[in-house]
T-cell receptor, first 115, second 114 residues
Framework: AQTVTQSQPEMSVQEAETVTLSCTYD???????LFWYKQPPSRQMILVIR??????QNATENRFSVNFQKAAKSFSLKISDSQLGDTAMYFC????????????FGGGTRLMVKP | KAGVTQTPRYLIKTRGQQVTLSCSPISGHRSVSWYQQTPGQGLQFLFE???????NKGNFPGRFSGRQFSNSRSEMNVSTLELGDSALYLC?????????????FGPGTRLTVL
């Protein structure tokens, strides 16, 4: 079974600064995806970024980028130029490509962007 | 395209009752997954349906069940409700045709059991 751990329950960052959210996971699989989802106070879960395990290049999406360390089973999210709208719960998630569509989520990190 | 819709958005039930939640996936999506979100247990996978067949099931008691219709709409049912079933129930849809496609979540149904 896979496990996903987010060690930072809460974080805060000043507007326009950079923040990194940590995520580690444990799996014996080789064919998998990793995701970061954002859940704002309105509660709609939104995909932020995803990483395919077989790709060594780190994924980037505008101000969001990941640091994927496969050997260390680490998948951190960096948010650059933080904006007030980035305030949300952030969840790291794992999907085994041989197990359908099931996502295993970490416990979440509550990020507060301060003006 | 319209997003994933879930009905109702809010629900209040009493212990022992049963409840049915509905999820309409994005048009063309064949995979629907359900998750339970609680402050204590976080986000937990309930089950996944693909083309009317249950493809995966999480570690939940048999009181939790689901089904998917030919138009890909899905329902989940919880019988003999317990206080601990109070949660946000999230539905997610995915086209299901490839490993690269994205899973999209609905706004959730907030179930309160009194």
């Amino acid at each position: 079974a896979q496990t996903v751990t987010q060690s930072q329950p809460e974080m805060s960052v000043q507007e326009a600064e950079t923040v990194t959210l940590s995520c580690t996971y444990d799996t014996s699989e080789n064919n998998y995806y990793l995701f970061w989802y954002k859940q704002p106070p309105s509660r709609q879960m939104i995909l932020v970024i995803r990483q395919e395990a077989y790709k060594q290049q780190n994924a980037t999406e505008n101000r969001f980028s990941v640091n994927f360390q496969k050997a260390a089973k680490s998948f951190s999210l960096k948010i650059s130029d933080s904006q007030l709208g980035d305030t949300a719960m952030y969840f790291c998630a794992f999907r085994d490509n041989n197990a359908g569509n099931m996502l295993t989520f970490g416990g979440g990190t509550r990020l507060m962007v301060k003006p | 395209k319209a997003g994933v819709t879930q009905t109702p958005r809010y629900l209040i039930k009493t212990r022992g009752q049963q409840v049915t939640l509905s999820c309409s996936p994005i048009s063309g999506h064949r995979s629907v997954s359900w998750y339970q979100q609680t402050p204590g247990q976080g986000l937990q996978f309930l089950f996944e349906y693909f083309s009317e067949t249950q493809r995966n099931k999480g570690n939940f008691p048999g009181r939790f069940s689901g089904r998917q219709f030919s138009n890909s709409r899905s329902e989940m049912n919880v019988s003999t409700l317990e206080l601990g079933d109070s949660a946000l129930y999230l539905c997610a849809s995915r086209s299901g045709t490839g490993s690269t496609d994205t899973q999209y979540f609905g706004p959730g149904t907030r179930l309160t059991v009194l």
